[in-house]
T-cell receptor, first 110, second 112 residues
Framework: GENVEQHPSTLSVQEGDSAVIKCTYS??????FPWYKQELGKRPQLIIDIRSNVGEKKDQRIAVTLNKTAKHFSLHITETQPEDSAVYFCAASIRNDMRFGAGTRLTVKP | EAGVAQSPRYKIIEKRQSVAFWCNPI?????LYWYQQILGQGPKLLIQ????????DSQLPKDRFSAERLKGVDSTLKIQPAKLEDSAVYLC??????????FGPGTRLTVT
């Protein structure tokens, strides 16, 4: 089955800096790659996603890139703010069968 | 649009006891998922339903876990008997034709 690895497990940045989280997947048939943000004690919330026919997608301060050949995708957050502090999960999906990475705890220091 | 509803929000039981969780997906969403999220880890898929049929239950510990979605809407997940390692948050999610999954608030289970 699909295996998703996520790095780093923790990331600390200064407010205003950029943050990058990387994921790799194993099954080349995966065609949907969402990113979720989970604040402490709350449900995962979809923040951005990308499909396999697209290489990059941007939504304000958040962008995701996908390299199908290398089977990796990344989340980029620019101009980080303290409210970006949370755990971020990547996932890879084949026909709605979604596998999650282990998560990255992002801390943005004011 | 109302979100995914789950109950109870919290449950504390002793090992070897039974417990059941309930999920009501977003109206019209044919696909329903149950995930187990252990503290510090990503959600792990337990079972996926398409309407009232099981699509994937390969990671469901079938000796103690069971789930059903009889009328293709609400779903229940049961653990019988519970073990200490079942302590986790159980998340329900639903999706429609696209891949986007929307999560419920989860049920935090503590097994003592």
């Amino acid at each position: 089955g699909e295996n998703v690895e996520q790095h780093p497990s923790t990331l600390s940045v200064q407010e205003g800096d950029s943050a990058v989280i990387k994921c790799t997947y194993s099954d080349s048939a995966s065609n949907y790659f969402p990113w979720y943000k989970q604040e402490l004690g709350k449900r995962p919330q979809l923040i951005i996603d990308i499909r396999s026919n697209v290489g990059e997608k941007k939504d304000q301060r958040i962008a995701v890139t996908l390299n199908k050949t290398a089977k990796h995708f990344s989340l980029h957050i620019t101009e980080t703010q303290p409210e970006d502090s949370a755990v971020y999960f990547c996932a890879a999906s084949i026909r709605n069968d979604m596998r999650f990475g282990a998560g990255t705890r992002l801390t943005v220091k004011p | 649009e109302a979100g995914v509803a789950q109950s109870p929000r919290y449950k504390i039981i002793e090992k070897r006891q039974s417990v059941a969780f309930w999920c009501n997906p977003i109206s019209g969403h044919a696909t329903l998922y149950w995930y187990q999220q252990i503290l510090g880890q990503g959600p792990k898929l337990l079972i996926q339903f398409q309407n009232n049929g099981v699509v994937d239950d390969s990671q469901l510990p079938k000796d103690r876990f069971s789930a059903e979605r009889l009328k293709g809407v609400d779903s229940t997940l049961k653990i019988q008997p519970a073990k200490l390692e079942d302590s986790a948050v159980y998340l329900c999610a639903s999706s429609s034709a696209g891949n986007e999954q929307y999560f419920g608030p989860g049920t935090r289970l503590t097994v003592t």
